[in-house]
């Protein structure tokens, strides 16, 4: 008989039930090999009911609910398999689960064309978490993935190995399948899905998986979380804190670090948030993965995250370049990352004088910049809105009576520039696309014109959609070199960005502005 299962693999230094079971509870020992575990929940009723009904009994009695939780331990080869029954996956320990085995057997078991949902997640830049679905069986060319920068959070195909599942296949962590399997023959089919996952069968048609790497080695996690806990000491600025996954917005109240039922709670997680929350104590990554921090929620369904699950960062380490997203160390593919730096090396400097920024507030310097120099117009925050009913955009922050589009940030974090380098491709590909825009656009340039009071010829400034268009991204930081510093997945923006920016016909300058 076909049994939907969902199936964990437990790592191989979590040995002990207590390791990847959390709590305890009834234990059914059904064989030296399999373990059942499971939990039956309170009878309870939902707080939306005396909420919204009041305390009448009858409703308290009409809609009293009960929950059941089941976990099926077996062990295959010396290593240990969970199978989560009901709501079993709240009793798994999630940092005992090797977190890319249900992507890779999925990885295996499609082919490239029968890919049907894909969830992403944007390492570095600004962390969107997105999720894709096709009607019919598609290729990964058929959905919005930067096979550079997107992580495949989770995975949905066909399987083509009815061996594995016959139908739907889903993974990440977690391997989701449709299988003709039950108790009395599970060993066998979990020992064909450690054969596969060590297989690497993925490559063939999913290599590209590989260009951010799941890490395992113990001792250079240990390393990066040391680099992480100085960090968030020392520099926190560098490193976002959001929830690890996507959540439905219109039910979160908030969240909190004591329970669910806190009245203490923000309405999103930060990074400010999670120091704060520790009083002015020194914070350690043992603390930020024992910290929790909780959804409220409108319904009763209850979710907590740990802290460290919370953390999004970067770290250069012996000549490497490693990202922390939702709790996993990754480290990029080198080659990939040699790519990207020669190209940032290669990439022409703009030859405009601009002067340091002695601690200036970034509109003070637009302002003073654009005051400094008579033909260039100040468009910092005078925002235009497209036709296509988008919120408004800033055209850019400097305009030049050459056609330069002059977009200026402060700082250099990821987060930052890849909305600094989308700002200027979203500018440029309205003025080339949108004549609503443009005429919009050209309003806005005539009336800063007239209120700044700037001699020349106005038809030098107003924008066409055949323009030749030169975006300059100019960066505010420390530091003397004529190309600014940047991260890894903001030179990786750059090079996305500056490609598309290409195919339209623009030229594409950086400039590095001395904060003095």
């Given at each position: 008989?076909?049994?939907?299962?969902?199936?964990?693999?437990?790592?191989?230094?979590?040995?002990?039930?207590?390791?990847?079971?959390?709590?305890?509870?009834?234990?059914?020992?059904?064989?030296?090999?399999?373990?059942?575990?499971?939990?039956?929940?309170?009878?309870?009723?939902?707080?939306?009911?005396?909420?919204?009904?009041?305390?009448?009994?009858?409703?308290?009695?009409?809609?009293?609910?009960?929950?059941?939780?089941?976990?099926?331990?077996?062990?295959?080869?010396?290593?240990?398999?969970?199978?989560?029954?009901?709501?079993?996956?709240?009793?798994?320990?999630?940092?005992?689960?090797?977190?890319?085995?249900?992507?890779?057997?999925?990885?295996?078991?499609?082919?490239?064309?029968?890919?049907?949902?894909?969830?992403?997640?944007?390492?570095?830049?600004?962390?969107?978490?997105?999720?894709?679905?096709?009607?019919?069986?598609?290729?990964?060319?058929?959905?919005?993935?930067?096979?550079?920068?997107?992580?495949?959070?989770?995975?949905?195909?066909?399987?083509?190995?009815?061996?594995?599942?016959?139908?739907?296949?889903?993974?990440?962590?977690?391997?989701?399948?449709?299988?003709?399997?039950?108790?009395?023959?599970?060993?066998?089919?979990?020992?064909?899905?450690?054969?596969?996952?060590?297989?690497?069968?993925?490559?063939?048609?999913?290599?590209?998986?590989?260009?951010?790497?799941?890490?395992?080695?113990?001792?250079?996690?240990?390393?990066?979380?040391?680099?992480?806990?100085?960090?968030?000491?020392?520099?926190?600025?560098?490193?976002?804190?959001?929830?690890?996954?996507?959540?439905?917005?219109?039910?979160?109240?908030?969240?909190?670090?004591?329970?669910?039922?806190?009245?203490?709670?923000?309405?999103?997680?930060?990074?400010?948030?999670?120091?704060?929350?520790?009083?002015?104590?020194?914070?350690?990554?043992?603390?930020?993965?024992?910290?929790?921090?909780?959804?409220?929620?409108?319904?009763?369904?209850?979710?907590?995250?740990?802290?460290?699950?919370?953390?999004?960062?970067?770290?250069?380490?012996?000549?490497?370049?490693?990202?922390?997203?939702?709790?996993?160390?990754?480290?990029?593919?080198?080659?990939?990352?040699?790519?990207?730096?020669?190209?940032?090396?290669?990439?022409?400097?703009?030859?405009?004088?601009?002067?340091?920024?002695?601690?200036?507030?970034?509109?003070?310097?637009?302002?003073?910049?654009?005051?400094?120099?008579?033909?260039?117009?100040?468009?910092?925050?005078?925002?235009?809105?497209?036709?296509?009913?988008?919120?408004?955009?800033?055209?850019?922050?400097?305009?030049?009576?050459?056609?330069?589009?002059?977009?200026?940030?402060?700082?250099?974090?990821?987060?930052?520039?890849?909305?600094?380098?989308?700002?200027?491709?979203?500018?440029?590909?309205?003025?080339?696309?949108?004549?609503?825009?443009?005429?919009?656009?050209?309003?806005?340039?005539?009336?800063?014109?007239?209120?700044?009071?700037?001699?020349?010829?106005?038809?030098?400034?107003?924008?066409?959609?055949?323009?030749?268009?030169?975006?300059?991204y100019a960066i505010i930081k420390s530091g003397n070199d004529d190309l600014p510093s940047l991260p890894l997945f903001g030179k990786i923006a750059f090079y996305n960005v500056k490609k598309q920016l290409g195919l339209m016909g623009c030229k594409v300058l950086i400039k590095h502005i001395k904060l003095a």
């Amino acid at each position: 008989m076909k049994n939907k299962l969902s199936i964990y693999l437990v790592k191989e230094e979590f040995t002990k039930e207590n390791e990847y079971i959390k709590g305890n509870y009834p234990c059914d020992r059904l064989s030296d090999t399999k373990h059942l575990y499971s939990k039956m929940g309170q009878l309870r009723c939902p707080s939306w009911v005396g909420a919204f009904f009041g305390n009448d009994e009858s409703y308290q009695e009409m809609f009293k609910t009960q929950t059941t939780s089941a976990v099926l331990s077996v062990k295959v080869t010396n290593r240990i398999f969970l199978l989560a029954f009901g709501f079993g996956r709240a009793m798994i320990n999630p940092d005992a689960i090797v977190d890319d085995f249900g992507l890779k057997v999925t990885l295996g078991a499609i082919g490239p064309d029968d890919i049907r949902k894909v969830s992403l997640k944007a390492i570095g830049g600004n962390q969107k978490m997105s999720q894709e679905q096709m009607p019919s069986k598609s290729s990964i060319g058929d959905f919005s993935v930067d096979i550079n920068r997107d992580l495949v959070d989770m995975i949905s195909g066909v399987s083509i190995k009815p061996q594995i599942s016959d139908g739907m296949i889903s993974g990440r962590a977690m391997l989701s399948v449709t299988i003709d399997t039950d108790l009395e023959n599970i060993e066998g089919y979990l020992s064909t899905l450690l054969s596969d996952y060590h297989s690497e069968g993925y490559k063939s048609n999913f290599g590209w998986i590989d260009n951010i790497k799941y890490i395992k080695d113990n001792t250079l996690i240990e390393k990066l979380d040391n680099l992480l806990e100085t960090r968030i000491n020392e520099d926190p600025s560098s490193i976002i804190a959001a929830v690890p996954e996507i959540i439905e917005w219109d039910k979160a109240k908030g969240f909190s670090f004591k329970s669910t039922r806190s009245k203490d709670i923000v309405d999103d997680i930060s990074i400010d948030s999670i120091i704060s929350s520790f009083n002015g104590d020194e914070i350690t990554v043992q603390k930020l993965k024992s910290k929790m921090v909780y959804l409220q929620s409108s319904v009763d369904d209850q979710f907590s995250y740990r802290s460290y699950k919370c953390l999004f960062a970067e770290i250069d380490y012996n000549h490497s370049h490693y990202c922390l997203n939702n709790g996993v160390w990754y480290k990029v593919n080198s080659d990939f990352v040699n790519e990207i730096e020669n190209d940032y090396q290669n990439t022409c400097v703009c030859d405009i004088e601009f002067p340091d920024n002695h601690n200036e507030k970034e509109k003070i310097y637009n302002i003073n910049f654009a005051n400094s120099c008579d033909p260039y117009i100040n468009m910092d925050c005078n925002l235009v809105i497209p036709r296509t009913g988008r919120s408004k955009v800033e055209l850019c922050d400097t305009l030049t009576d050459k056609k330069e589009l002059i977009h200026t940030k402060q700082g250099a974090s990821s987060s930052l520039l890849s909305h600094l380098f989308n700002q200027g491709l979203i500018s440029a590909e309205l003025i080339k696309s949108d004549l609503q825009f443009c005429e919009k656009a050209n309003e806005e340039i005539k009336k800063q014109f007239k209120e700044q009071q700037l001699t020349g010829n106005i038809s030098d400034y107003l924008l066409h959609s055949d323009d030749k268009l030169t975006i300059i991204y100019a960066i505010i930081k420390s530091g003397n070199d004529d190309l600014p510093s940047l991260p890894l997945f903001g030179k990786i923006a750059f090079y996305n960005v500056k490609k598309q920016l290409g195919l339209m016909g623009c030229k594409v300058l950086i400039k590095h502005i001395k904060l003095a």
